[in-house]
């Protein structure tokens, strides 16, 4: 192991609450308290413990997360326990990272042994411990049908479960789901098809193992086909053995062949394998005929927890536990009383009743595998808890996750005049913050009213005609939606295993429901847990069911989501058909909202108070002389938080000639309608975006040769390796700025409209002079920003097109965003809206109302590098269309995977560089500051302007200024563009917001 001094420390999510700080020692204490003794080799360790130690070792009681003061009566019990070597670790339960970092420390310091720490991580670390990543249950994984997301899931748990000294990951669940009464495992399973779930099992062994953790495999050979809970009393499973070779095994398999390090087997009993009637974690027949040797497992065997019923029918606590060793379980998990245990394992040694040589078998076997893992992992891959990497394809797969069983043509929901919704919530629940959550996620799309109802218990009726809906009546009366919210499974709901029918007490809540929907509401039947009652025949005649497979806010953000068509919903019932017939489900595209809406920083999860910092950015700009004004608007999933102007349009010792004044002969102030010269904001709003619309109509190709569309280039070109590199030069090329293509001359001194030609007369001299052009480098070898590359793509796109630049811009781009306030060289009656640029010495003028681009000036306005005025309002329409995939004015514009495509950083560009195809991503001093994540992306504009997009945090920021007025020479613009985004990203409250790595102050 890695000398302790040499431990990377454990960040803190910026954002995360204050007590995560202190994790930072967690790694350092836990992995690093041991003694040197007992840091040594595991053969040694094995030496010199003596059967009493390594009894000890194989032994894990159960502690809580939550703290426990140094005099806590329990903690000093497992402290002696350990010192003692007694016990060889423990097992987490429910609390937070700096408890279990304080106990972890305490029994490391008395123990003679490095211990072992496990923890429950069916969905995540954050199934135990608060403040670690939340995955969605097994099931909604296993709904997205993508083994990719259980890799990360594993991956993910193992990580932040080894950032806190815990080895051992209590998970894969491989049981399968079913029995809709089954009461212990429900959406704990990956699903009910054996070899679907087979691939998700593997995927999470995979990400477990190769994070470095342990995995531990769940509950052999398979709960899924019994109805009791093992908990409580010891489940049957009436299964024979080509029945359970055929579907209970097929996901152990699957998680062996995977490399899983430890197998769990479960307290259940199946009388056709083994007449004695021991559940598997006491069968030797189970664990060693049918685990060792019919599947091969050469790992290690991990008790279930053998305080539970099912284990403890069969003896009393210590006796439960030397039973499990002797039917070849090597880790014992749980016992109730672990003293009582480790003395009992050594009476039944000396009695003759268990070999000795099994307890060293199986101490030896967890001596190796530990010592192999930790070799292999060195020090422990100290990570912070919960990131934003790490949140990220959680969400993803909530979101993936979300599945249509029946729909009559209701989705999605209307963005546009949104309809008032009932959500009722049924009955009591342990989880009862799925239907806050999920009442949380509607509200910030719509009104919403939430209310609970209660069942009738067996043998009582509604009198008069009542029903459970009649004390809400008012509230239902002024709903358009009525959404059921079922936040409990199939053992409340169904009246059978396959859930044919259900329980009589639905069906007065059943028949009121039938009522609103005939009376023209709208009635949905949504689902937080297992399918099972939304399959059920009595909730056919609904309008829409929709599952997330899981109460979790994240999940209930996605459902709210697939609601409202922000997201394509494409989720499968993660079922087997075998078991009953199954509705199709029906995959829904994204439609997005028909137009961004203005409402409150808190419903888009943003803090108004920390808003106003951005906007005292701006301010102290204007008022220092930085920029004579400023618009400035964010929105976040949808909703526009800050929309304002700043300042005057012009100074007043600097005004063009006819700009308008007031009675005081000041400039007109800035107001959001104000149009401003986007400058290079030109190529990716205007020249991106038609080529990406090319792209996705087959009419232009990214990797093919430029001069297929502009032959000219080579006909002029006499020098031969010029020639070759101009032969070799791409679209894509172009579109990164990589082409070689000289970044910029004076082209309209020689060529422009100013000296008597037509725009389109400019243009051919312009293109004429660029063929000939040497190349600076060779295409692909340098990123050099070029405006003469754009120029070279414009009349590509073009020839490509089929029409004029300016007409294919309006008619592919501007007419289907809704950009109405958006042209090139604006008209004159939109003059005075239009804020003024520099004083230009070529034009000798303020430049007002034309393009402050002296080349695109050159061609009467209208260029592919530079030439479009827009307002803030108009440039979130089309940043919104980006951040929703590709979405808008409520029609696909251009495909999610097209958006995908041109803005993430091209990989094959060389070192350093952050281009994307068009796009530009945040560089270390990006202008999008140091919080907008790695996957951001935008541009900026010469003239002050400048456009940022964050798909992770759901967020578009633009900011135009005319800080060139009246001379480019102030430089300002450099640090106002990263302060300004910095304040608006760290006014995002709902989740971390983090510097990104390498990013500059």
């Given at each position: 192991m890695a000398a302790c001094e040499e431990l990377p420390e454990l960040r803190r999510p910026a954002g995360r609450a204050t007590r995560l700080a202190a994790i930072s020692c967690i790694a350092l204490g836990l992995l690093c308290a041991a003694s040197t003794a007992a840091a040594q080799p595991a053969a040694a360790?094995?030496?010199?413990?003596?059967?009493?130690?390594?009894?000890?070792?194989?032994?894990?009681?159960?502690?809580?997360?939550?703290?426990?003061?140094?005099?806590?009566?329990?903690?000093?019990?497992?402290?002696?326990?350990?010192?003692?070597?007694?016990?060889?670790?423990?097992?987490?339960?429910?609390?937070?990272?700096?408890?279990?970092?304080?106990?972890?420390?305490?029994?490391?310091?008395?123990?003679?042994?490095?211990?072992?720490?496990?923890?429950?991580?069916?969905?995540?670390?954050?199934?135990?411990?608060?403040?670690?990543?939340?995955?969605?249950?097994?099931?909604?994984?296993?709904?997205?049908?993508?083994?990719?997301?259980?890799?990360?899931?594993?991956?993910?748990?193992?990580?932040?479960?080894?950032?806190?000294?815990?080895?051992?990951?209590?998970?894969?669940?491989?049981?399968?789901?079913?029995?809709?009464?089954?009461?212990?495992?429900?959406?704990?399973?990956?699903?009910?098809?054996?070899?679907?779930?087979?691939?998700?099992?593997?995927?999470?062994?995979?990400?477990?193992?190769?994070?470095?953790?342990?995995?531990?495999?769940?509950?052999?050979?398979?709960?899924?086909?019994?109805?009791?809970?093992?908990?409580?009393?010891?489940?049957?499973?009436?299964?024979?053995?080509?029945?359970?070779?055929?579907?209970?095994?097929?996901?152990?398999?699957?998680?062996?062949?995977?490399?899983?390090?430890?197998?769990?087997?479960?307290?259940?009993?199946?009388?056709?394998?083994?007449?004695?009637?021991?559940?598997?974690?006491?069968?030797?027949?189970?664990?060693?005929?049918?685990?060792?040797?019919?599947?091969?497992?050469?790992?290690?065997?991990?008790?279930?927890?053998?305080?539970?019923?099912?284990?403890?029918?069969?003896?009393?606590?210590?006796?439960?536990?030397?039973?499990?060793?002797?039917?070849?379980?090597?880790?014992?998990?749980?016992?109730?009383?672990?003293?009582?245990?480790?003395?009992?394992?050594?009476?039944?040694?000396?009695?003759?009743?268990?070999?000795?040589?099994?307890?060293?078998?199986?101490?030896?076997?967890?001596?190796?595998?530990?010592?192999?893992?930790?070799?292999?992992?060195?020090?422990?891959?100290?990570?912070?808890?919960?990131?934003?990497?790490?949140?990220?394809?959680?969400?993803?797969?909530?979101?993936?996750?979300?599945?249509?069983?029946?729909?009559?043509?209701?989705?999605?929901?209307?963005?546009?005049?949104?309809?008032?919704?009932?959500?009722?919530?049924?009955?009591?629940?342990?989880?009862?913050?799925?239907?806050?959550?999920?009442?949380?996620?509607?509200?910030?799309?719509?009104?919403?009213?939430?209310?609970?109802?209660?069942?009738?218990?067996?043998?009582?009726?509604?009198?008069?005609?009542?029903?459970?809906?009649?004390?809400?009546?008012?509230?239902?009366?002024?709903?358009?939606?009525?959404?059921?919210?079922?936040?409990?499974?199939?053992?409340?709901?169904?009246?059978?295993?396959?859930?044919?029918?259900?329980?009589?007490?639905?069906?007065?809540?059943?028949?009121?429901?039938?009522?609103?929907?005939?009376?023209?509401?709208?009635?949905?039947?949504?689902?937080?847990?297992?399918?099972?009652?939304?399959?059920?025949?009595?909730?056919?005649?609904?309008?829409?069911?929709?599952?997330?497979?899981?109460?979790?806010?994240?999940?209930?953000?996605?459902?709210?989501?697939?609601?409202?068509?922000?997201?394509?919903?494409?989720?499968?019932?993660?079922?087997?058909?075998?078991?009953?017939?199954?509705?199709?489900?029906?995959?829904?595209?994204?439609?997005?909202?028909?137009?961004?809406?203005?409402?409150?920083?808190?419903?888009?999860?943003?803090?108004?108070?920390?808003?106003?910092?951005?906007?005292?950015?701006?301010?102290?700009?204007?008022?220092?002389?930085?920029?004579?004004?400023?618009?400035?608007?964010?929105a976040r999933r949808g909703v526009i938080v800050f929309e304002r102007a700043f300042g005057r349009t012009a100074r007043r010792d600097h005004l063009p000639q006819g700009f308008p004044t007031d009675r005081r002969g000041r400039p007109p102030e800035t107001s959001p309608d104000t149009l401003y010269d986007l400058a290079s904001l030109t190529k990716v709003v205007a020249t991106t975006t038609l080529a990406m619309r090319l792209v996705e109509a087959g009419r232009l190709e990214l990797d093919r040769p430029v001069a297929d569309y502009l032959p000219e280039i080579l006909l002029v070109e006499a020098d031969p390796e010029q020639r070759a590199q101009k032969s070799a030069m791409t679209v894509r090329h172009l579109l990164t700025h990589s082409s070689g293509a000289l970044w910029w001359t004076d082209l309209h001194l020689r060529h422009g409209v100013q000296g008597g030609n037509s725009p389109d007369e400019a243009r051919r001299a312009y293109l004429e002079e660029i063929y000939r052009l040497p190349l600076e480098s060779a295409p692909g070898e340098q990123v050099v920003y070029s405006d003469l590359g754009i120029l070279l793509l414009g009349e590509i796109l073009e020839r490509a097109g089929g029409a004029p630049y300016a007409e294919l811009v309006r008619r592919e781009v501007l007419e289907p965003l809704g950009m109405r306030d958006t042209t090139f060289a604006p008209p004159e009656t939109q003059r005075s809206r239009i804020a003024p640029t520099e004083y230009d010495p070529w034009r000798g003028r303020v430049v007002w109302g034309e393009v402050h681009d002296e080349n695109a000036a050159g061609l009467g306005g209208v260029a592919p590098h530079a030439g479009l005025f827009s307002t803030a309002a108009d440039l979130a329409k089309f940043g919104q269309a980006m951040l929703s995939g590709g979405i808008a004015e409520g029609e696909r514009f251009l495909s999610g995977r097209i958006v995908d495509r041109f803005t993430r950083r091209a990989a094959w560009l060389p070192d350093g560089s952050t281009r994307a195809l068009g796009w530009d991503t945040p560089s270390p001093g990006s202008s999008g500051g140091r919080y907008v994540s790695s996957r951001a992306f935008g541009h900026t504009g010469f003239t002050g302007t400048s456009l940022w997009i964050d798909p992770e945090h759901e967020l578009l920021v633009v900011l135009l200024t005319n800080r060139v007025h009246p001379s480019r020479d102030d430089q300002r613009i450099r640090g106002l563009r990263p302060a300004f985004h910095d304040a608006v990203l760290l006014a995002i409250d709902d989740q971390p917001v983090e510097a990104r790595a390498g990013s500059q102050r």
């Open positions: 360790e094995s030496t010199a413990a003596g059967l009493a130690g390594q009894v000890g070792a194989l032994l894990l009681p159960r502690v809580s997360g939550t703290f426990l003061a140094d005099d806590d009566p329990e903690l000093q019990r497992l402290i002696g326990l350990a010192r003692d070597g007694r016990i060889g670790g423990a097992v987490f339960f429910a609390g937070d990272p700096l408890s279990v970092r304080h106990t972890a420390q305490r029994l490391q310091q008395a123990a003679p042994r490095r211990l072992l720490f496990g923890l429950d991580a069916e969905w995540g670390a954050a199934m135990r411990l608060e403040g670690a990543t939340r995955w969605p249950r097994a099931l909604a994984v296993g709904a997205t049908g993508d083994p990719d997301f259980a890799y990360e899931m594993g991956r993910t748990t193992a990580r932040e479960s080894l950032a806190l000294g815990i080895e051992l990951v209590l998970a894969p669940v491989a049981d399968l789901m079913l029995r809709a009464d089954n009461q212990v495992i429900g959406n704990r399973a990956f699903g009910g098809d054996p070899s679907a779930v087979g691939e998700m099992v593997a995927a999470f062994v995979r990400g477990v193992e190769s994070a470095g953790a342990i995995a531990v495999v769940k509950h052999f050979p398979g709960h899924g086909a019994t109805a009791d809970d093992s908990h409580a009393t010891l489940p049957v499973l009436d299964v024979d053995s080509l029945l359970l070779e055929q579907r209970e095994l097929v996901p152990f398999r699957a998680a062996i062949d995977a490399g899983v390090s430890a197998v769990m087997p479960g307290h259940l009993a199946i009388p056709e394998i083994d007449p004695s009637g021991a559940p598997a974690s006491l069968s030797p027949i189970l664990l060693g005929e049918w685990l060792r040797s019919r599947l091969g497992f050469t790992g290690l065997v991990v008790s279930d927890a053998l305080d539970m019923q099912g284990a403890r029918e069969f003896s009393w606590d210590g006796r439960v536990a030397a039973r499990a060793l002797a039917a070849g379980v090597d880790l014992m998990l749980l016992p109730t009383h672990p003293e009582a245990a480790h003395a009992e394992i050594l009476r039944a040694v000396s009695r003759g009743e268990l070999a000795a040589e099994r307890v060293v078998d199986a101490h030896h076997r967890l001596a190796r595998l530990l010592a192999d893992k930790r070799e292999g992992r060195g020090a422990s891959p100290v990570d912070a808890l919960a990131t934003s990497a790490a949140a990220a394809p959680a969400r993803a797969a909530s979101r993936a996750a979300i599945t249509v069983i029946g729909d009559a043509g209701t989705l999605p929901l209307p963005s546009w005049d949104p309809p008032h919704v009932a959500l009722i919530e049924i009955g009591h629940h342990p989880q009862r913050r799925g239907a806050r959550d999920l009442e949380r996620a509607l509200h910030r799309r719509t009104s919403v009213e939430r209310f609970r109802v209660e069942p009738l218990a067996a043998g009582s009726a509604y009198t008069g005609g009542a029903g459970p809906l009649t004390p809400h009546d008012e509230a239902l009366a002024r709903a358009d939606v009525v959404a059921l919210l079922v936040l409990r499974g199939g053992p409340d709901w169904c009246r059978d295993p396959r859930c044919d029918g259900l329980q009589p007490w639905t069906e007065p809540l059943l028949r009121q429901l039938g009522q609103l929907q005939q009376s023209g509401k709208t009635v949905l039947a949504l689902g937080a847990a297992d399918p099972w009652p939304l399959l059920a025949p009595e909730m056919a005649t609904f309008a829409a069911r929709l599952t997330a497979h899981d109460h979790g806010p994240e999940s209930q953000e996605a459902l709210a989501a697939a609601l409202f068509g922000e997201q394509p919903i494409g989720g499968k019932l993660p079922l087997s058909p075998a078991l009953r017939p199954l509705p199709p489900t029906r995959p829904l595209p994204a439609a997005a909202r028909a137009a961004l809406r203005r409402g409150s920083a808190q419903e888009a999860g943003m803090s108004p108070h920390r808003l106003e910092r951005a906007a005292a950015v701006l301010e102290r700009a204007v008022e220092d002389g930085a920029t004579p004004g400023a618009v400035a608007l964010v």
